[in-house]
Nanobody
Framework: QVQLVESGGGLVQVGGSLRLSCVAS????????MGWFRQAPGKEREFVGA????????SYGDSVKGRFTISRDNAKNTAYLQMNSLKSEDTAVYYC?????????????????WGQGTQVTVSS
């Protein structure tokens, strides 16, 4: 089992940037692909992006392509979500998730482990 803790959320203006972190503990971090999801009030949880175990491949949701970047540091047991050019519609609770799938996974049901979430609010 793995435990995940997100941090780095907060209030930022439109056009600004934030970097979220997700620290894992409990099992070897490099065994897991990592995903980022978000959920706005009244909406379903949405895929933001995912990264393979080695960090060699990534996948992004259409709404964040070109603006968000996922990375990981296996030595630090940490995954990151760099968010640039933020828009008001990016406002949501952001979750990291882990799974032992081999390929990149984009669906919430495929991930076994979830963090508690961190709030990101983008104001105009």
């Amino acid at each position: 089992q793995v435990q995940l803790v997100e941090s780095g959320g907060g209030l930022v203006q439109v056009g600004g940037s934030l970097r979220l972190s997700c620290v894992a503990s409990g099992r070897p971090f490099s065994l897991y692909i990592m995903g980022w999801f978000r959920q706005a009030p009244g909406k379903e949880r949405e895929f933001v992006g995912a990264i393979t175990r080695s960090g060699g491949s990534t996948s992004y949701g259409d709404s964040v392509k070109g603006r968000f970047t996922i990375s990981r540091d296996n030595a630090k047991n940490t995954a990151y979500l760099q968010m640039n050019s933020l828009k008001s519609e990016d406002t949501a609770v952001y979750y990291c998730a882990a799974d032992r799938s081999i390929g990149l996974v984009t669906t919430t049901s495929a991930y076994d482990y979830w963090g508690q979430g961190t709030q990101v609010t983008v104001s105009s």
